[in-house]
């Protein structure tokens, strides 16, 4: 068993680190709430009180909200490569934008440090039950090493290439998962407007070709209206923004991910950025003027 230190301790990565202690890691964790961390320490782990702390471990994992967090945490002073030992595995766990990732890389290897990018997909229900998807970008020997961790939390862990790959595929991730989240809300929209239960039309929906794991997993909280933060609209509008830089830096038009990247927009400047990604619903009843009274 290894000694992880886990920097970044909400939604997603408080059940992470708590699955890695039960795992019968050492966790080492450090948040900037102390409420997220008092959680860390009820579920067995300690607190490690700053990021340098964290830093000295087998393994460090960061799970931050953007590239600018990421970048402090890691390459700034008294950061996490400042006090890293030569070997350490560096995983960050984040949605960041694929050239900061490659710049954390070649930073680290010029101090020894194996690192990895390794976004997540899953939610925050994938988290707690350990079943997220991993997609590892970075060196094939250190993924090997890191392997044991990954196994931990999640189900499908794929290498998908070289540093900054991860992120790449994590922006085509979102992409899709937000252009599903708009069609489902349309769905029920147009369901509704039309005088059809939503909830029993859904559930043929889910079990034929339209299904998804939105449709398994959302179907039923979007109908009822229940938009409690699984994953925040603030953090998707950020991840929309790296696919769209990473498509104009590929070269490529993406114009579905263009238009729901607006819809993501709008959602935001309407005030729901602190809500579930499927509120998309409530931007689609708002565009038809079907939003409830």
């Not at 102390?34 to 067995?44: I, N, T």
């Not at 196994?151 to 994590?170: D, F, M, N, W, Y």
Request: aromatic residues 4%; without cysteine.
């Amino acid at each position: 068993m290894s000694t992880i230190g886990f920097i970044g301790l909400g939604i997603m990565g408080g059940p992470m680190a708590a699955n890695l202690v039960a795992a019968g890691h050492t966790v080492l964790g450090y948040d900037t709430r102390q409420e997220a961390a008092e959680r860390l320490v009820s579920a067995g782990g300690a607190y490690a009180g700053s990021a340098a702390a964290a830093a000295a471990a087998d393994v460090v994992i960061t799970m931050l909200p953007d590239s600018p967090q990421v970048e402090q945490v890691v390459l700034g002073p008294d950061g996490v490569l400042e006090h890293a030992k030569p070997g350490l595995l560096l995983v960050d766990m984040s949605t960041i934008r694929p050239d900061t990732s490659v710049a954390i890389a070649a930073a680290a290897r010029e101090r020894g440090v194996r690192a990895l990018d390794a976004p997540v997909s899953g939610g925050e229900r994938g988290a707690i039950d350990g079943v997220l998807s991993i997609m590892v970008g970075g060196d094939p020997e250190a993924f090997e090493a890191a392997r044991p961790v990954f196994e931990v939390l999640g189900a499908t862990i794929v290498h998908v290439g070289p540093s900054g790959a991860g992120q790449t595929v994590k922006a085509a991730n979102q992409l899709v998962v937000g252009g599903t989240y708009a069609l489902v809300a349309e769905a029920i929209v147009l369901l509704e407007a039309s005088g059809v239960d939503p909830g029993p039309a859904l559930d043929v929906l889910a079990g034929g070709l339209a299904g998804s794991r939105i449709l398994e997993l959302k179907r039923k909280s979007m109908v009822a209206r229940d938009f409690t933060p699984g994953f925040r609209i603030d953090l998707h509008h950020k991840d929309m923004g790296i696919a769209l830089a990473a498509a104009r830096e590929a070269g490529v038009a993406l114009p579905m991910t263009g238009l729901t990247a607006q819809l993501i927009a709008a959602a935001r400047a309407n005030g729901y950025g602190p809500l579930d990604h499927s509120v998309l619903l409530q931007v689609l009843e708002n565009l038809s003027g079907k939003a409830a009274s």
